[in-house]
């Protein structure tokens, strides 16, 4: 893709264009804009850990009814850097449909080259029912940048029980090690609220996971604020 940028940006004004008529005749809750931050002693994602130590993960969103425009990113003491603006559609239903642009600051924002591209775009879908939740992935483009090979898939499945929950995910592309598709990413994870006060409670959550096609093994222990 020449110009992700331009691919990314179409499908914000699908995805508004769409859900908006919707969303006014039907809106369950007033917009709003929050904040949040997540600290993390190491930062795994899909089996692969990126940086080094510990990273803190701030995410500020707008929500309207199903619809939610968001930046997420994960920064360490070391210099990695993300930041990953995002747009989905929630459906009552339990599907959800969405798109994630993954940047990597440092490199040269409107750079959009094959060989130095610095946004990778994603297509995802995911639908929960009960413990049970899907996902798909797509990567539209191949960006030398941000390491994407273009057409990565990545798919994974969780079951979330009553005090902990499983996941088990398998790619290709970026998310292993020579591109082929492999079982990369299993897991188990659970959370607990440590009560401070008697009105503030900190969520605490950990994971153990192992990634089986580069034969690693990964604890992260994180909380929310």
């Known amino acids: 893709m020449k110009n992700p940028e331009l691919i990314f940006m179409g499908m914000v004004l699908l995805f508004l264009m769409t859900t908006v008529k919707t969303d006014a005749q039907n809106q369950q ?16 994602w899909r089996g692969t850990r990126f940086g080094q130590g510990p990273h803190i993960q701030p995410g500020v969103k707008f929500v309207t009814g199903g619809l939610t425009f968001g930046v997420w990113g994960s920064f360490d003491f070391n210099g990695y850097s993300e930041t990953d603006p995002y747009l989905s559609y929630s459906f009552p239903f339990g599907l959800s449909l969405g798109v994630t642009d993954y940047y990597f600051p440092g490199l040269q924002v409107f750079e959009t080259s094959v060989a130095e591209g610095s946004h990778a775009l994603e297509i995802n879908a995911g639908y929960t029912t009960g413990g049970l939740s899907l996902s798909a992935n797509y990567i539209v483009n191949e960006a030398g940048g941000a390491a994407s090979f273009g057409s990565d898939l990545y798919f994974q499945a969780g079951y979330a029980f009553k005090t902990f929950n499983l996941f088990a995910g398998v790619g290709d ?9 492999n079982l990369c990413n299993l897991g188990i994870g659970t959370t607990k609220k440590i009560e401070m006060t008697e009105k503030f409670s900190l969520p605490l959550f950990g994971q153990v996971i192992l990634n089986p096609e580069r034969e690693q093994l990964y604890l992260v222990v994180g909380f929310s604020f």
């Open 173 to 181: 592309g970026w998310h292993t090690s020579d591109g082929e598709f």
């Open 29 to 44: 809750e007033s917009p709003n804009f929050s904040v949040n931050a997540d600290i993390v002693s190491n930062y795994v």
